[in-house]
C-alpha cells in the first residue's frame, strides 16, 4: 500500500467553479487539490486593492467548499514562511511533498501562464495533463476554424452562429423576434426622473476582513480603495448578485446601455463579470435565467437580447480573438500612438469633468461600465495617441473583471484600434457631443461640449479631428470614416490650422 499522491490538481484564482474540469472524476482518497497565492500573481501588474481582495478571498471560500465537499485541499496563503511566490516554485514544491504521479490542471485564461505551464512536464519529469476550460460556450479551436479564410471577423457574424449553436432566443433556425440584434434600441440617454435600482453589496465576512486587511498592508501602493467593498466572494452570493440583476435591473438594461451619470456608475448594469471571469458564475446560466426573464414576460427582448449578446456574442468573441491573435497580437501600434499615459488615469486630477468622474468609479469600486471604459477613459486614450502598452497595462490593473484574454481585445482592438482594425470596423473615436448626449458629466465641467476651438472648447472636439487628420494615412480610406473625412476636406486651411494648434498645446501640456 503506497501513501502517494495519485493527481495533484492546480486550481487556479480565476478557476473557482465547482465544474472546473480539473476536478473531473476526483478520487477523495489518492487526489489532493493545491491552490496558492503568490506574489507573482498579484503584482504583474498593480492590480486594483478591491480586485486582490476578491480574488484571493473568493479562493479561501472556494477551498473551504471543496474541504467540506471531503476533497483533500492543500491551500498556501501568499504569507506562508514557505511560499517561493510563483505558480511554478509552488507546484515544483508539492511534487516534492507529495510525489503525485501526475498533475493535472485546468488550461490556463492567459497566455502568459500557459506559456510556463507547457514547461513543465519536462521541467517537473511527471505527466502534466492540460485539460480543456468547458466552462465557455465555444472553444478556440472552433473560432479559429470560423476565422479560417474570413477577411473580417466581425462579432456579430460569430454571434449568430452561437446563438445557433445554443438555440438561446431561437425560435427554430430563426432568432426570436425575426432579427438577431437589438442595439438601435439600446442607446438612450437616462430619461429625467428615471428611479435606479440600488447595487446589491455584500458585506465582507471574517474571511474577506482578513484579507482586507492584509492587502491593506501589503499593497498599500497598489491603486484604490477599499472602504467600498461589495464584491460576492461565493458562489451563493454570486448566485444572489446574479438574481438581484435579473429581477431589478434586466427589465430596464436595454434602452439606456450605454448612458453615464456622474455618481451612478452601475445604473442598470449587471455586475458580474468578475464573478464570471474567476469562474461563481457560468455564462450558460445568466444567459439562460435572462432568456427565462424574456420568455416569462419580466423582461423585453431588446434587454434580454443586448445582455445575451454581451456574454454569447462578445465575452466569447473575444477570447476566441486572443487565443487566435497571440502572441503577437499585443505587440501591434497600427496608429503608431507613443505618448505616455497622462498621471490623471491614476489620481483623477483633471479638470476634464468626464474623466474625472469615470477615474473616480473606477478607483472607489474597481468598476467602470462598459461606455465610460470605450467611449470616455478609451476614447481620450485613443484621440491622444497614448501607447497601447500603457494603456493596457492601466485597464488591467484597476479593474475588478481584468485578466488578459478579455482585457487586452477590449481595449486593444476596440478603444484603441492598435490591431489596425482586426476587431473593430473603425476607430471608437467620438468628440465632446457624444459624451454630451449619453451623460450629465459636461453641466459640471470647465469645458463646453458646444465649444470647438478656445479656452472653453472641450479637449475631445478638437482631438477628434486632429486625431483624423494625423491618422490620415491609415485611416482614410476606411468606407466608415468617410464622411468626417469629407468634413474635414472642405475645412478652411485655418481652421485646420487652429485645430492643430489647439491639440498641439494640449497634448504637450499632459
Ligand atoms: P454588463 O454591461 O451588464 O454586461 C453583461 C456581461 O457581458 C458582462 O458581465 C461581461 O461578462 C459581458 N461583456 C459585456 N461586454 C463585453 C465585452 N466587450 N467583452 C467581453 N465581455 C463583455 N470586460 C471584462 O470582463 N474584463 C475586462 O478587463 C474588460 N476590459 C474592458 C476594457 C475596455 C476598454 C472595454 C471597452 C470593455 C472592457 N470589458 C471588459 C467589457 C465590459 O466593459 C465589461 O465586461 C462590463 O463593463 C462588465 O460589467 P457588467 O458585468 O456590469 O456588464
Ligand atoms: C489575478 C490573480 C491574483 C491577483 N492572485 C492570484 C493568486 O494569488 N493565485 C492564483 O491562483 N491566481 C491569482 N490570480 C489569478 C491568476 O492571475 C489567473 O488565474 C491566471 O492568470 C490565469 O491565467
Ligand atoms: Fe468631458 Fe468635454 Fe463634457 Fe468636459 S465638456 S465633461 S471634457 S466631454
Redesign the pocket.
Known amino acids: 500500500m503506497t501513501d502517494r499522491v495519485g493527481s495533484l490538481r492546480l486550481i487556479l484564482g480565476d478557476q473557482l467553479s465547482h465544474s472546473i474540469s480539473s476536478l473531473n472524476a476526483i478520487d477523495f482518497k489518492r487526489d489532493i487539490v493545491v491552490m496558492v497565492e503568490v506574489a507573482t500573481e498579484t503584482t504583474y501588474v498593480p492590480h486594483h486593492k478591491q480586485k486582490i481582495v476578491l480574488i484571493l478571498s473568493a479562493m479561501r471560500h472556494f477551498a473551504e467548499e471543496l474541504s467540506e465537499r471531503g476533497i483533500r485541499v492543500d491551500y498556501v496563503k501568499l504569507d506562508s514562511a514557505e511560499n517561493t511566490g510563483s505558480f511554478s516554485g509552488e507546484v515544483q514544491r508539492a511534487i516534492k511533498q507529495y510525489k503525485p504521479e501526475r498533475v493535472m490542471v485546468t488550461e490556463p485564461s492567459e497566455y502568459r501562464v500557459r506559456q510556463f505551464m507547457d514547461d513543465w512536464q519536462d521541467a517537473f519529469g511527471l505527466p502534466v495533463h492540460i485539460l480543456e476550460d468547458t466552462r465557455f460556450f465555444s472553444t478556440p479551436n472552433e473560432f479559429a476554424k470560423w476565422a479560417d479564410g474570413k477577411k473580417q471577423l466581425r462579432m456579430e457574424f460569430f454571434y449568430r452562429e452561437m446563438r445557433r449553436k445554443t438555440g438561446l432566443l431561437m425560435q427554430g433556425s430563426e432568432p426570436i423576434g425575426e432579427q438577431w440584434n437589438f442595439d438601435h434600441d439600446n442607446r438612450k440617454a437616462l430619461p429625467k426622473g428615471l428611479s435606479l435600482p440600488t447595487r446589491r453589496r455584500f458585506e465582507p465576512d471574517a474571511i474577506t476582513l482578513d484579507v482586507i486587511q492584509m492587502v491593506g498592508e501589503r499593497f498599500e501602493n497598489h491603486p484604490g480603495g477599499l472602504s467600498n467593498f461589495g464584491w460576492p466572494a461565493t458562489r451563493i452570493d454570486a448566485l444572489s448578485a446574479l438574481d438581484h ?1 435579473i429581477d431589478a435591473c434586466l427589465p430596464s ?1 436595454g434602452d439606456v ?1 450605454d448612458a453615464m451619470k456622474q455618481g451612478e456608475s452601475f445604473l442598470f ?5 468578475p464573478m ?2 474567476i469562474g461563481l458564475l457560468l455564462p450558460d446560466e445568466a444567459c439562460r435565467k435572462a432568456e427565462a426573464a424574456y420568455h416569462s414576460g419580466h423582461a423585453p427582448l431588446n434587454a434580454v437580447e443586448g ?1 445575451i449578446r ?2 454569447l456574442g ?2 466569447e468573441y ?1 477570447r476566441g480573438l486572443y487565443w487566435l491573435k497571440m502572441p503577437n497580437y499585443a505587440e501591434g501600434n497600427a496608429l503608431n500612438a507613443n505618448r505616455p499615459l497622462p498621471a490623471f488615469y491614476w489620481t483623477g486630477e483633471t479638470s476634464m469633468n468626464c474623466l474625472k468622474q469615470c477615474v473616480g468609479d473606477t478607483m472607489r469600486n474597481a ?4 461606455i465610460q ?2 467611449m470616455v ?2 476614447n481620450f486614450a485613443l484621440l491622444a495617441g497614448i501607447q497601447p502598452r500603457e494603456v493596457e497595462e492601466w ?2 490593473a484597476v ?1 475588478a ?3 488578459e484574454w ?2 487586452l481585445p ?2 486593444h482592438g ?2 484603441l484600434f492598435a490591431d489596425g482594425g482586426v476587431m473593430a470596423s473603425k476607430p471608437y473615436a467620438a468628440s465632446g457631443s457624444y459624451i454630451d448626449r449619453m451623460s450629465d458629466y459636461c453641466s459640471d465641467c470647465t469645458y463646453s461640449p458646444k465649444e470647438k476651438l478656445g479656452a472653453k472648447a472641450c479637449p475631445f472636439n478638437y482631438l477628434y479631428w486632429d486625431f483624423l487628420a494625423r491618422n490620415r494615412p491609415v485611416l482614410s480610406n476606411n468606407q466608415r470614416l468617410a464622411m468626417p473625412y469629407r468634413s474635414l476636406a472642405v475645412m478652411s486651411f485655418e481652421k485646420r490650422e487652429q485645430i492643430a494648434s489647439e491639440a498641439k498645446q494640449f497634448l504637450d501640456g499632459l
Open positions: 440583476f438594461f446601455q448594469h449587471a455586475l458580474i463579470s464570471l471571469n445582455f454581451q456574454i462578445w465575452r473575444v468598476y467602470a461600465h462598459h471604459r470605450l477613459l478609451g485597464f488591467l479593474y473583471d481584468a485578466f478579455v482585457e477590449n481595449v476596440m478603444a
